[in-house]
Each structure stands twice: as C-alpha cells, then as structure tokens.
C-alpha cells in the first residue's frame, strides 16, 4: 500500500499541539512570566488543584524534554499516517481522555501503596505520558486494527511493518525508562492507558 506523508487537513492537530508546548515552554523557561510549580502533577495537591491534570502535560523540565517530547508527537503522527487514520480529531480527543486515565491509574497506583503505609512524594510533568500512551494504542493496532474510538470512525488498518518499528521504539522506550530522572510510572501509566483505549 502506497504511504503519503505530505501536509494532510488533519496536521492542525499536530501543529495546534506543537505551538502549544512551545508557548508554554517560552512563558515558564525562556521568559519566566509563569511559574511552574503551580502546574505540575503532585498528587497529594490534585483534590485542591484539579487543573493539575491537564496543565502537567503541557511543561517540561528543560529544553531537552521538550525536544524530546516534540520529536514524540512527529512519531505518532506519522505512524497515524502509515495506519491510514481517518478521523479528524482523534488525536485531541485521545488526549483529553487519556489525561484523565493516566491520572485515575497513578491515583490507584497511589491508594495500593497506601495501603501498605507508604506515600509517595513526588512531581511529575511533561507531555510523554500521552506519548506512551499512543505507542501502546498504536503497537496494538498495528496488530488487529481499530475501526472505531468511542464509536467515532478511524479507521486504522493493520500493518506488519509499523508493528514491527513500534516494538522496537517500545523496548528502548521502556529500557529509557529507567534512566535517573525519568518518571517510569508516568511511562507505564500511559502505555497501560494507550493499551486499554485500544479496547474500549
């Protein structure tokens, strides 16, 4: 099957999420008009400070994060094109929703460890939760293919050769993972969230 991987009508998604990655990294980095204590995931303030949840995604610790994220959303977008996506928002919406389910599986996460008297303390931040997330959505339609994402049409088709760059990307992904520094379970959170929109 022929791939094109020119400009399509769908890339405003990608380039709306770009830019506002960028922004956000000039407001808080470059010019330090915005402080951004006040936005990154700390589960112990989330009851108090919802918008955590969402706004946590959108900064990063350093230029090389960010970089490093960016070059993430080109993946994804172009393992989008050789899966032959359809829909025009999918991309937005897989977003939103996984913000949300990556929160609620650190929040159970969090509740088993409390269980056995230990309490995390930590912060987490950046846009590679939603990352991972697409690469475990993605690894597995690679695989059997996925018409339909909360009933709305995707229509993604199967491929052996994406599936077989996606195991490669997935395996040094996750030995990335335990590098100092790096949120393993930020990562794990999102593949295992990527994996279960897969199969809703």
């Given at each position: 099957?022929?791939?094109?991987?020119?400009?399509?009508?769908?890339?405003?998604?990608?380039?709306?999420?770009?830019?506002?990655?960028?922004?956000?990294?000039?407001?808080?980095?470059?010019?330090?008009?915005?402080?951004?204590?006040?936005?990154?995931?700390?589960?112990?303030?989330?009851s108090e400070q919802p918008h955590r949840i969402f706004t946590s995604i959108l900064?990063?610790?350093?230029?090389?994060?960010?970089?490093?994220?960016?070059?993430?959303?080109?993946?994804?977008?172009?393992?989008?094109?050789?899966?032959?996506?359809?829909?025009?928002?999918?991309?937005?919406?897989?977003?939103?929703?996984?913000?949300?389910?990556?929160?609620?599986?650190?929040?159970?996460?969090?509740?088993?460890?409390?269980?056995?008297?230990?309490?995390?303390?930590?912060?987490?931040?950046?846009?590679?939760?939603?990352?991972?997330?697409?690469?475990?959505?993605?690894?597995?339609?690679?695989?059997?293919?996925?018409?339909?994402?909360?009933?709305?049409?995707?229509?993604?088709?199967?491929?052996?050769?994406?599936?077989?760059?996606?195991?490669?990307?997935?395996?040094?992904?996750?030995?990335?993972?335990?590098?100092?520094?790096?949120?393993?379970?930020?990562?794990?959170?999102?593949?295992?969230?990527?994996?279960?929109?897969?199969?809703?």
């Amino acid at each position: 099957m022929a791939f094109n991987n020119s400009i399509s009508k769908n890339d405003w998604q990608y380039i709306l999420s770009v830019s506002l990655l960028i922004i956000v990294f000039i407001l808080t980095d470059l010019i330090g008009v915005v402080d951004k204590e006040y936005f990154y995931f700390v589960p112990r303030l989330i009851s108090e400070q919802p918008h955590r949840i969402f706004t946590s995604i959108l900064i990063h610790a350093d230029l090389n994060h960010l970089l490093s994220n960016l070059g993430g959303i080109i993946i994804t977008r172009y393992f989008l094109m050789r899966l032959g996506i359809e829909s025009r928002f999918f991309y937005l919406r897989f977003i939103l929703i996984c913000s949300f389910l990556n929160f609620f599986i650190i929040w159970v996460y969090e509740k088993i460890l409390s269980y056995f008297n230990v309490y995390p303390n930590y912060a987490a931040l950046g846009f590679s939760g939603i990352i991972y997330a697409l690469f475990g959505f993605l690894l597995l339609t690679s695989f059997y293919g996925k018409s339909h994402f909360l009933s709305k049409k995707i229509g993604l088709k199967s491929n052996y050769e994406v599936q077989k760059m996606l195991k490669t990307i997935c395996l040094i992904s996750l030995i990335f993972s335990f590098l100092p520094g790096v949120s393993l379970l930020g990562h794990l959170s999102g593949f295992i969230a990527g994996c279960f929109l897969f199969l809703i």
